[in-house]
């Protein structure tokens, strides 16, 4: 089984700032099988990026992924306030998925 | 407008059964493969099972091998997750969630229910 580990586990950012996400894997991801989650609380999970890199429908340009193997990083241009929430990664492989134990990004 | 609606979700005691059901609409239910997906009380997400969009092949995380079973009844639009021998480390809130063909796989959601609570407890 594929493990990812996030980090850091908690990010503290003000609004306006730039938040940069961990994801690493513990064997080789391919890049289309590689996505992004944002979670706020009582919500169901939003997909952001799919394919390491490709923003899903409606997502803002502000959300970038980008990596390949097994680092792969989600990157938020400049913080809104809606955009504090939990990130989580998530792969694909042999019909099998994981996730990341997740990112916390919060309010400095 | 793609709706998951789960349900069936309670409180069991240890050792109980459960199934979950999971009502799709807006979408052709039958062409797409769909999984369930949980989280533990202030925990992380967690893959369960799941189906391809015929039924004929499921898959299970290592965790829930031989006490859960998905299923899908297509002339309905509805997923099922048969839940037995219930224990504690089970209560979580239950998502189904679409998968979406990429590059050959089905490799993410790209749209999830609310969820559906199960709690394990005497």
């Known amino acids: 089984e594929i493990v990812l580990t996030q980090s850091p586990g908690t990010l503290s950012l003000s609004p306006g700032e730039r938040a940069t996400l961990s994801c690493r894997a513990s064997?080789?991801?391919?890049?289309?099988?590689l996505a992004w989650y944002q979670q706020k609380p009582g919500q169901a999970p939003r997909l952001l990026i799919y394919?390491?890199?490709s923003r899903a429908t409606g997502i803002p340009d502000r959300f970038s992924g980008s990596g390949s193997g097994t680092d792969f990083t989600l990157t938020i241009s400049r913080l809104e306030p809606e955009d504090f929430a939990v990130y989580y990664c998530q792969q694909y492989d042999n019909s099998r998925r994981t996730f990341g134990q997740g990112t916390k990004v919060e309010i400095k | 407008e793609v709706q998951l609606l789960e349900s069936g979700g309670g409180l069991v005691q240890p050792g109980g059964s459960l199934r979950l059901s999971c009502a799709a609409s807006?979408?052709?239910?039958?062409?797409?493969?769909m999984s369930w997906v949980r989280q533990a009380p202030g925990k992380g997400l967690e893959w369960v099972s799941a189906?391809?969009?015929?039924?004929?092949?499921?898959y299970y995380a290592e965790s829930v091998k031989g006490r859960f079973t998905i299923s899908r009844d297509n002339s309905k639009n509805t997923l099922y997750l048969q839940i037995n021998g219930l224990r504690v480390e089970d209560t979580a809130v239950y998502y189904c969630?679409?998968?979406?063909?990429?590059?050959?796989?089905?490799?993410?959601?790209?749209?999830w229910g609310q969820g559906s609570l199960v709690t394990v407890s005497s």
């Open positions: 394919g390491a890199s």
């Open positions: 969630a679409k998968a979406e063909y990429y590059s050959g796989g089905w490799p993410y959601f790209d749209y």
């Open positions: 807006g979408f052709t239910f039958s062409s797409y493969a």
């Open positions: 189906i391809s969009s015929s039924g004929g092949s499921t």
């Open positions: 064997q080789s991801v391919s890049s289309s099988y």
